[in-house]
């Protein structure tokens, strides 16, 4: 879960530029290991939807041919602000310059020959389908013209649901509790397959997805619906079901975040959270999805900023814990792909070391990949100088190195690494994977009560309908907001719908406001966004549920809304505030689709939260 942690280190000690420039792009698998290794035995190129890997001697061949400093850059991978790879806004140089020390993309690669990038929302990389492919060409031709040049891993987290970096017009598909809700590894295999295709249309080759955390904990502020769910065996079943999906699209997935991170109550963009399951409860629970993801196959494995004290007493987090890296997930779960860290920008891992040592340790722990810390600066000089004095051998990075490139090369990375537009408008949010992802959606939205036939509502004898409720900001560049997608939907149903915006907290104004208006109404929708205790929310619905008009509460988030909301007669949960859900849901609330969801996660009484007020599996329908 990379986050927008930045750094101001901007020193310019070792660029790594070994100088010199090179003609056109070295586009071909025979064009990169000529330049790169001076190999020149005839190669192929190949005919099977996944493309023939290079054995290990022309791997290993290739690192004998790098730098020291090429091997250092190999194993970051870092954001980069702007939506060309040579010609950013200004505002996107002056950011660069101010966190990175160079003004492009381009020049990042040139000067620190980073080995991946990571696209960003925020930083102005994915505002449409053709800039990123073109984004995704300048990153790949700025790297092939080096000398010994070498194509990237370019990869986001498109997680779907409430984590997405690609918008529409890219098909955007229900997130992962959604998914679990519906219980189906061929709907998850499916998303995977669709959203791998897309973004490899894109120039994206490695997604860091799916979530294999059990989310076990309601009040997890940074996981919650981003988990399939908090059954460890049927999050397994979807986890291993998405990673297929993934890598037939020739899209490497990443298991995330080792070694577990549901039960936490600090988000570990911000602090440094202490997991305290014992031993044999992480054997049950948390290991179970990041086993089935490694029988699966899995790429690429990040690591969590979280303490573990039942997996290693030292007090590290676990991207620097070479107990649990490297004699957990190396050692007893027999993994050898690609461990990445998350985010080195997060608190997570800031708290107990410094930004120079925190790189340094987490290769001595086991992993390979570093992702996005503040300063690329001070973490690329610390691995350089951490070889150079002895404390890191150059055999250990050449470990990373192989594994890095055993990726590039299963991906068909050397086979030629460019997008055209062509296959950009023949893949990316198509008919066909749109109407599949409205399809998997409308088997997702689950109905938690329905009390004297509430639901479905009638058009006939309900024809206008007041939708109120919180509008957060849309997570995944669709259309939002969500009262407004509602409304539509609704309308779109049959019904004259309206919407009345009143936000996660209203005011008592607002909530007059709504109250007023629902006298013309037939029938409110309230949507619902993570309602507590003491959120006016419930204020809200208590006031609408005392006008006598039929009342639905639809929880856009976590699905423990409902337990906060006892006289509520109807409550349905999709999971996300995104489009595509919010569409199902107003389709089962219309009576168009019939709720099919089941909950993935248990609902506690909020007056005894050690009872279950819904157990997992609990769902109406019609």
Not at 109 to 134: C, D, L, M, S
Not at 210 to 229: C, E, K, L, T, Y
Request: proline residues 6%.
């Amino acid at each position: 879960m990379p986050d927008t942690s930045t750094g101001s280190d901007t020193s310019k000690r070792g660029t790594g530029n070994t100088g010199g420039g090179g003609g056109g792009a070295r586009l071909s698998r025979r064009t990169v290991l000529a330049a790169g290794a001076g190999i020149t035995a005839a190669l192929t190129v190949p005919t099977t939807a996944r493309a023939a890997t290079l054995d290990e001697r022309r791997l290993k061949a290739l690192i004998s041919r790098m730098s020291l400093q090429e091997k250092v850059g190999q194993l970051f991978v870092m954001r980069v602000y702007g939506a060309s790879a040579t010609a950013p806004d200004q505002a996107d140089i002056d950011a660069n310059l101010s966190e990175l020390g160079v003004r492009t993309a381009a020049e990042l690669i040139q000067k620190y020959r980073v080995g991946g990038i990571i696209y960003f929302t925020w930083a102005h990389n994915t505002q449409n389908p053709h800039q990123i492919a073109e984004l995704s060409n300048g990153i790949q031709k700025a790297s092939l013209d080096r000398p010994r040049g070498l194509p990237m891993l370019i990869a986001t987290d498109q997680e779907h649901g409430a984590v997405c970096r690609v918008g529409e017009p890219a098909t955007l598909f229900p997130g992962a509790m959604a998914i679990g809700a519906g219980g189906s590894a061929a709907d998850a295999r499916t998303l995977g397959r669709i959203s791998g295709t897309e973004l490899r249309a894109l120039g994206i080759n490695q997604d860091y997805s799916p979530d294999a955390d059990v989310n076990v904990n309601p009040a997890n502020p940074v996981i919650g619906v981003r988990s399939f769910g908090a059954d460890p065996a049927a999050v397994a079943e979807l986890v291993a079901a998405e990673v297929k999906g993934y890598q037939s699209a020739q899209v490497a997935a990443t298991a995330k975040h080792f070694p577990g991170h549901g039960d936490t109550a600090v988000d570990s963009h911000y602090g440094f959270p202490v997991i305290t399951h014992s031993r044999e409860l992480w054997e049950k629970l948390d290991a179970v999805p990041f086993r089935s993801a490694i029988a699966a196959g899995i790429d690429s494995i990040m690591t969590a900023h979280i303490e573990f004290p039942a997996l290693d007493d030292s007090g590290d987090p676990a991207t620097l814990s070479e107990p649990i890296l490297t004699g957990i997930l190396r050692g007893e779960l027999g993994y050898d792909g690609v461990v990445i860290t998350d985010s080195l920008g997060m608190e997570g891992v800031r708290t107990k070391y410094g930004d120079d040592r925190v790189p340094v340790l987490a290769l001595k722990a086991g992993v390979d990949q570093l992702l996005n810390p503040p300063s690329i600066d001070t973490a690329w000089n610390a691995v350089l100088k951490a070889v150079q004095d002895g404390e890191l051998t150059e055999a250990r990075l050449d470990e990373s190195i192989l594994r890095i490139l055993r990726l590039k090369s299963r991906l068909g990375l050397f086979d030629g690494v460019l997008v055209d537009r062509k296959g950009v408008d023949h893949a990316v949010g198509t008919k066909s994977h749109l109407a599949t992802a409205d399809r998997i959606a409308e088997r997702t939205t689950t109905l938690l009560v329905n009390e004297g036939g509430t639901l479905p509502l009638n058009r006939h004898t309900q024809p206008r309908l007041l939708v109120v409720g919180a509008d957060p900001d849309s997570p995944s560049g669709t259309t939002g907001p969500p009262t407004g997608v509602l409304a539509a939907a609704l309308t779109e149903a049959g019904f004259t719908a309206t919407a009345l915006p009143t936000g996660t907290s209203p005011s008592a104004a607002t909530i007059d406001q709504a109250v007023a208006a629902a006298q013309a109404a037939d029938a409110v929708v309230v949507g619902t966004y993570n309602v507590s205790a003491s959120s006016s929310q419930r204020t809200l619905v208590d006031r609408l549920l005392a006008t006598g008009k039929p009342v639905v509460a639809l929880a856009v988030r976590n699905p423990y809304d409902v337990a906060q909301l006892p006289g509520v007669r109807a409550c349905l949960a999709s999971y996300c505030w995104t489009d595509v859900e919010l569409r199902a849901a107003a389709k089962v609330i219309a009576g168009r689709v019939k709720p099919r969801g089941k909950l993935p996660v248990p609902v506690q009484r909020a007056d005894d939260p050690t009872k279950v007020l819904y157990p997992i599996g609990h769902g109406l329908t019609y």
